[in-house]
C-alpha cells in the first residue's frame, strides 16, 4: 500500500519561502509520477507541480513557475516543494500525490487530480500580508 506524509507546512509573511516534504513508501514500480495540488477554502483543488520519476522530469503551472521547485531524492523516496517568494493567495491546504506503473502523461494531464491514485493527507500554508 503506497503511503504519502506531508510535512513543512506553516506561517511564513509574504515574500517569504517554504519547504514541504512528501516521504513516500510501498511503491512497486521505479516508475512513477509525483505531484503537488493545493486547495484554498472554497476553491477547487489545482494542480501546481509534478516531476517523474526516475527521469527527473518537471511540469508547472504557470501560477507558480519560476517561483516553486519540485524535487524529489530517491535514497530518502521523498519529493519536494521549495516555494519562494511566497504571496498571500498561496495560503492553502497542500497536498502530495503520486501514481505509479508505466503511463506516460505529458503536459496539461500531469497537473489533473484524476491523473493520481495516492494523496497525502495535506499540510497547511498560510501566507500573511
Known amino acids: 500500500q503506497v503511503r504519502l506524509v506531508e510535512t513543512g507546512g506553516g506561517s511564513v509573511q509574504a515574500g517569504g519561502s517554504l519547504r514541504l516534504s512528501c516521504a513516500a513508501s510501498g511503491f512497486t514500480s521505479r516508475y512513477r509520477y509525483m505531484a503537488w495540488f493545493r486547495q484554498a477554502p472554497g476553491k477547487e483543488r489545482e494542480g501546481i507541480a509534478s516531476?517523474?520519476?526516475?527521469?527527473?522530469?518537471?511540469y508547472y503551472a504557470d501560477s507558480v513557475k519560476g517561483r516553486f521547485t519540485v524535487s524529489q531524492d530517491s535514497a530518502r523516496s521523498t519529493a519536494y516543494l521549495v516555494m519562494n517568494r511566497l504571496e498571500p493567495e498561496a495560503t492553502a491546504m497542500y497536498f502530495c500525490a503520486a501514481r505509479q506503473g508505466n503511463a506516460v502523461y505529458s503536459g496539461p494531464n500531469r497537473l489533473w487530480p484524476s491523473t493520481y491514485t495516492y494523496w497525502g493527507q495535506g499540510s497547511a500554508v498560510t501566507v500573511s500580508s
Open positions: 516531476i517523474s520519476i526516475p527521469s527527473g522530469d518537471t
